[in-house]
């Protein structure tokens, strides 16, 4: 794909649906009782993985253009499947079907693409296996993973790392424990579990970074709307702030507080973004964005703010590149290990490009005011880093190649055609 530097993004877009919330939908969907219908399902890579594994489990799912309609069939519902499980290049779909296949009576194995193979399981592995359940990976670590169910127990689990997908995990296992399950997390990762579960009917209490669920025997389906994804919408919140001229629209964005990270810390940076019809939707606050060119400067994330932004740090560190002044990114050693190792990733391409970014064990030092040049990028089989060099690109003095370009289908399947659309 040959990305074109632009003059300005000038329009209204409304992006694609929530990733984590539509993975949610189907999984919970399949666990309760009734009929689920999902509006504004995510018909991207990852969610139609996740459909076909719980296909595979047994339960009836209809998709008709976005909606889905989940035929739950309650928490003891699901059918042992004939084949292994390919959850593709979703990290979300193997590990939360992961604790929900801890406490079902028949064996699984999970796997899923290159990548996934090589991402790291222990993390849901350990608690897990604490519960009762014995699973077996290669290493002890990677898919495939082979998952053999016994009555599971309730623990407390000290997380060492702010992970939306082990929290979850370990909830979802601890809807089937004999007990009360409790996860303690270093900062609160995002909360789509805790919110969708309470409103299918499960007990949960939350305090600080801590999350106990009571044991549960029923869920009951509820209609799922899902909101347009921040994490996709952040390409364009950046784009509009560093290209001049910009002035657009993004409609219906999902603001949760524990996903809002790059609006809070682009304002802070200086960009002009007004919420407007702020609105809560199916449990989760909504709003439109109106984003315009701006003169950013830089700043330092760190610490509790990381969960809150960790999928859009690769295209904060584009938005860095335009500021004034240095933008330090770090406590996020996790983007190591994404799709790709996004430190390795952005810092690699954007050097192809000429910008000065240096990278940390945990992050990035970006020097602002860079001059781009176009370039031939590799995209490492992951999605954000695709977009983020795509963004990158529209501010070269000269067209970028962006090699495999299809990848970002996984999360943002219009995503070219939307910047085609604003782009003047
Ligand atoms: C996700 C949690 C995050 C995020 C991923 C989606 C989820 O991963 O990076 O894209 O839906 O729970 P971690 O839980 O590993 O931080």
Redesign the pocket.
């Known amino acids: 794909m040959l990305i074109q530097p632009i003059n300005s993004l000038k329009g209204t877009i409304e992006v694609p649906a929530d990733?984590?919330i539509s993975?949610r939908a189907v999984m919970f969907g399949s666990l309760a009782l009734g009929t689920t219908h999902i509006t504004n399902f995510l018909m991207g890579a990852d969610c139609l993985s996740t459909i076909s594994c719980f296909r595979k489990l047994g339960i009836d799912i209809e998709i008709n253009g976005s909606d889905v309609v989940v035929h739950g069939k309650g928490l003891q519902g699901l059918t042992k499947s004939e084949e292994i499980l390919d959850c593709g290049n979703s990290?979300?779909t193997v590990r939360?079907i992961s604790g929900i296949l801890s406490g079902q009576d028949f064996e699984t194995t999970l796997t899923g693409d290159t990548s996934i193979q090589k991402r790291p399981m222990k993390r849901v592995i350990l608690p897990l296996s604490q519960m009762g359940a014995t699973i077996e990976a290669k290493d002890n670590n990677f898919c495939p993973m082979h998952i053999k169910p016994h009555a599971l127990k309730g623990i407390t689990y000290e997380s060492p790392?702010?992970?939306?997908?082990?929290k979850?995990s370990i909830l979802l296992a601890g809807l089937y424990a004999d007990s009360p399950t409790t996860v303690n997390e270093p900062f609160v990762?995002?909360d789509?579990t805790e919110r969708m579960l309470e409103a299918l009917g499960a007990t949960l209490v939350r305090e600080g970074t801590k999350v106990t669920i009571m044991p549960c025997n029923e869920l009951h389906a509820i209609p799922i709307v899902v909101p347009g994804d921040i994490?996709s919408a952040a390409f364009f919140m950046v784009a509009g702030l560093i290209v001049p001229g910009s002035d657009l629209i993004i409609n219906n964005v999902g603001i949760n507080p524990t996903r809002r990270g790059i609006l809070d810390v682009l304002l802070e940076m200086g960009g002009d973004i007004t919420l407007l019809n702020e609105c809560i939707v199916g449990g989760e606050p909504v709003c439109d964005m109106r984003v315009r060119y701006s003169k950013l400067h830089g700043t330092t994330v760190g610490g509790s703010v990381i969960?809150t932004l960790?999928?859009e740090i690769p295209v904060l560190a584009v938005a860095a590149l335009f500021a004034s002044g240095t933008t330090v990114i770090k406590d996020a050693k996790?983007l190591r290990i994404?799709e790709s190792d996004r430190i390795e990733a952005m810092t690699t391409e954007l050097h192809k490009m000429g910008a000065k970014i240096t990278p940390q064990e945990d992050g990035f030092i970006i020097e602002g005011d860079n001059t781009l040049h176009g370039a031939t990028l590799e995209t490492y089989h992951d999605h954000r880093i695709a977009m983020s060099l795509a963004i990158a690109s529209l501010l070269a003095s000269s067209p970028s190649t962006l090699l495999n370009s299809e990848i970002v289908s996984i999360s943002f399947p219009n995503f070219f055609e939307l910047l085609e659309t604003l782009s003047h």
């Open positions: 990733k984590s993975h990290g979300t939360l790392v702010a992970s939306a997908q082990v979850s990762s995002r789509h994490s969960p960790i999928d996790e994404k």
